[in-house]
């Protein structure tokens, strides 16, 4: 009874599956299939091709699954487009040999659908522009730089307290010139060190920056290091202004 149930509950499970589930043989024919296809007595006394039928092609596709698994006998994965809608669909086809000892009895195909990629390219934008509007409204100075010194990131703040225009800061600045002399590679160093909540964070680190005048500014420095895996990549630092600070306090009283 419990056997009987289990396999109730298989059935049930792949009848619910809101994706294409196939059962295909060695010969590309189609066994079985939930939602059904054309019956064997339709295709002549065999089940149909299931590149034939499944996407009106003679023979499989460059990337096809099921014949990766017929070659490696291992599950494989495949992607592929619909370019014909309005927004690109995305299917991937995951497949997997059922075996008899060493040799593929028969493959089972399962498409599952992926975002549209116009959907995910509008996500992806909004949520860029989401954090750009926040760099960029950052009341305390913004900026990253690469490894090399690179500035890739400077916000209107930081224009303010450096005096470099957003796209000079963008074009020409290394990031190593807004520190005195020798300042940069304190902070650095301070910044692999566990001084300050951990490596690769630095917290409240009091620090002059140089004006693009060459005046020197007091500023509140918290700063990460930013990392693409285990790999260092970038760098970046939110500045207060400390003289900008004080003075505000002082209109405020």
Same mark, same amino acid.
């Given at each position: ?140 100075? $913004?900026?990253?730089?690469? *490894?090399? /010194?690179?500035? %890739?990131?400077? !916000?209107?703040? =930081? @224009? ?46 009091? $620090?002059?920056?140089?004006? *693009?005048? /060459?005046?020197? %500014?007091?500023? !509140?420095?918290? =700063? @990460? ?29």
């Amino acid at each position: 009874m419990q056997a009987d149930n289990a396999t109730d509950y298989l059935l049930r499970a792949i009848n619910a599956f809101p994706q294409r589930v196939v059962v295909i043989a060695p010969d590309y024919r189609v066994l079985a299939a939930r939602p059904p296809i054309r019956s064997a007595a339709e295709c002549g006394g065999a089940g149909p091709i299931c590149h034939e039928v499944f996407f009106h092609r003679p023979d499989p596709c460059a990337d096809c699954a099921v014949q990766i698994v017929l070659e490696t006998r291992q599950p494989a994965w495949s992607h592929r487009r619909d370019e014909i809608s309005e927004a690109e669909k995305v299917s991937c086809i995951y497949a997997y040999p059922l075996l008899a000892g060493q040799e593929v009895e028969a493959v089972v195909s399962m498409e599952l659908d992926l975002p549209p990629r116009t959907r995910v390219e509008e996500e992806l934008q909004r949520s860029n522009a989401l954090l750009r509007n926040l760099i960029t409204s950052a009341v305390d100075g $913004v900026i990253a730089a690469d *490894r090399k /010194g690179k500035v %890739i990131i400077f !916000n209107d703040a =930081a @224009a303010e307290i450096f005096g470099y225009t957003v796209n000079e800061a963008l074009e020409h600045l290394d990031v190593r010139n807004i520190y005195p002399d020798g300042m940069e590679r304190e902070v650095m160093r301070q910044l692999h060190s566990d001084a300050h909540g951990g490596r690769g964070k630095l917290r409240s680190y009091q $620090v002059d920056v140089l004006h *693009r005048e /060459g005046n020197r %500014i007091p500023i !509140n420095l918290n =700063a @990460a290091l930013v990392y693409d895996g285990d790999r260092e990549v970038a760098s970046i630092g939110f500045f207060h202004d400390m003289l900008t600070f004080v003075e505000g306090e002082r209109a405020g009283e």
